[in-house]
């Protein structure tokens, strides 16, 4: 929860805003590179909800498109591809007929894990050029901001998918 205190900081604020919108930069490069090593035919916003349904399990497509911040129908054209890829499998929910479950397939999760273990390779040859006295530093502010987005770690949902 936000102290009263925490607002009085705008220079430190601007200031670490701007480092992380260029980490985040290096981070969607990383991405891209990682999801390209692994399948040429998935984009980003595919992945996302790839990863999405991975972490998360099954859900409706209106819940998926709020996890990846797109409209509905956004997300029923996405959900359309990944099903027509056998990426998700779309299905009537069995506790509410009137809802349509979308789910990992395990190609999907193969995918899933593929580009994480790229990608965690890629992360750990950056991670290595940080100065030790940097690296617990670093862990406690990405984890601070991990949090303060709602991003679950990847040990919370690596294995959950299948």
């Given at each position: 929860m936000l102290q009263p205190a925490d607002h009085l900081h705008p220079v430190?604020?601007?200031?670490?805003?701007?480092?992380?919108?260029?980490?985040?930069?290096?981070l969607v490069a990383v991405a891209a590179r990682s999801l390209s090593s692994v399948v040429d035919d998935v984009t980003l916003p595919q992945y996302r909800a790839l990863v999405m349904l991975a972490s998360r399990g099954?859900?409706?497509?209106?819940d998926l498109a709020d996890a990846v911040?797109?409209?509905d129908s956004t997300a029923t054209r996405l959900?359309?591809?990944?099903?027509?890829?056998?990426?998700?499998?779309?299905?009537?929910?069995?506790?509410?007929?009137?809802?349509?479950?979308?789910?990992?397939?395990?190609?999907g999760g193969m995918i899933v894990d593929r580009v994480t273990v790229a990608r965690r390779v890629e992360i750990e040859r950056i991670v290595a050029k940080i100065p030790l006295s940097l690296r617990q530093p670093t862990?406690?502010?990405?984890?601070?901001?991990?949090?303060?987005?709602?991003?679950?770690?990847?040990?919370?949902?690596?294995?959950?998918?299948s």
């Open positions: 430190l604020d601007a200031e670490i805003t701007d480092a992380l919108l260029t980490a985040s930069r290096a099954p859900q409706t497509v209106g911040a797109v409209h959900c359309d591809r990944l099903v027509a890829k056998k990426l998700v499998h779309r299905a009537v929910s069995r506790d509410n007929r009137r809802e349509t479950l979308i789910r990992l397939t395990a190609a862990v406690e502010a990405l984890a601070a901001f991990s949090d303060a987005a709602g991003e679950l770690a990847d040990q919370s949902w690596a294995l959950g998918w």
